[in-house]
């Protein structure tokens, strides 16, 4: 009987995807959307940039993940539709990591 071929490479870390939301929320509190990165994700995860790309398509699909990962139950907010979507988007991401702790209050 042959044996099964060995697996190359490192073993999947099963918990990558929670790593990778949890330093996208504190990369985004600590630098904002500017510096906002998926080096910089990659980097505070201590996961490949590869791992992230494989299952996300851009930083905006990775934050918005990390937002509705971290906050199910959130209110939903009311969108002005002559505000461009990005504004609005950058205006909820902060409310909520305000509300989960990861901004000061701003007032």
């Given amino acids: 009987m042959s044996q099964p071929a060995p ?3 490192r ?3 099963p ?12 990369v985004y509190a600590d630098s904002g959307w500017a510096g906002f990165t ?3 994700v990659a980097s ?4 490949g940039k590869a791992a992230i790309y494989s299952r996300w398509s851009s930083k905006e699909e990775l934050l918005v993940e990390a ?5 199910p139950e959130a209110e939903p907010m ?9 504004a609005t988007l950058i ?5 909520l990591m305000e509300q989960l702790g990861y901004l000061d209050d701003p007032a």
Wanted: aromatic content about 2%; hydrophobic content about 45%; cysteine-free.
């Fill in 7 to 9: 697996m190359r490479g």
């Fill in 11 to 13: 073993p999947p870390d």
């Fill in 15 to 26: 918990r990558m995807k929670e790593k990778v939301l949890l330093a996208a929320l504190e």
């Fill in 38 to 40: 998926i080096d910089a």
């Fill in 44 to 47: 505070k995860g201590r996961v």
């Fill in 67 to 71: 937002i509705r990962a971290a906050a």
């Fill in 78 to 86: 009311e969108i002005d539709t002559s505000t461009p979507l990005r």
């Fill in 91 to 95: 205006a909820y991401a902060e409310r």
